[in-house]
């Protein structure tokens, strides 16, 4: 089981940090990806990080504004959003694929790739 938080309101440009915390299991043998769904829209997965946290992935859209680590010490993962902006508000997913596979976030997270989720944390970004 997978716990998000972290969401919240917030102006354009400010930040915020999002916490993926691992329930029930050790999260060290699972790639997390962090994926956004907007009302109406199709989930988007916007960024992935291998289980030793070696590997990492982003989408365009958040690229060097976005930043994707794990403590697995901590059982937790997190994204770092920083200058964020209006069309940054969605509901954000952490997932947990099960998979040591260093290049597994190769490519963008895909929705079948991913064992478990969280329940999702709103993000608002609003003046």
């Known amino acids: 089981q997978l716990v998000e938080s972290g969401g919240g309101s917030v102006q354009p440009g400010g930040s915020l940090r999002l916490s993926c915390v691992g329930s029930g299991s050790t999260l060290d043998s699972y790639a997390i990806g962090w994926f956004r769904q907007a009302p109406g829209k199709e989930r988007e997965g916007i960024s992935c990080?291998?289980?030793?946290?070696?590997?990492?992935k982003y989408t365009d859209s958040v690229k060097g504004r976005f930043y994707i680590s794990r403590d697995n010490a901590k059982n937790t993962a997190y994204l770092e959003m920083n200058i964020l902006k209006p069309e940054d508000s969605d509901v954000y997913y952490c997932?947990?694929?099960?998979?040591?596979?260093?290049?597994?976030?190769?490519?963008?997270?895909?929705?079948?790739?991913?064992?478990?989720w969280g329940q999702g944390t709103q993000v608002t970004v609003s003046s």
């Open positions: 997932a947990a694929a099960r998979n040591t596979y260093p290049y597994f976030c190769h490519g963008l997270p895909r929705d079948w790739q991913y064992d478990s």
């Open positions: 990080i291998s289980s030793n946290g070696e590997g990492t």
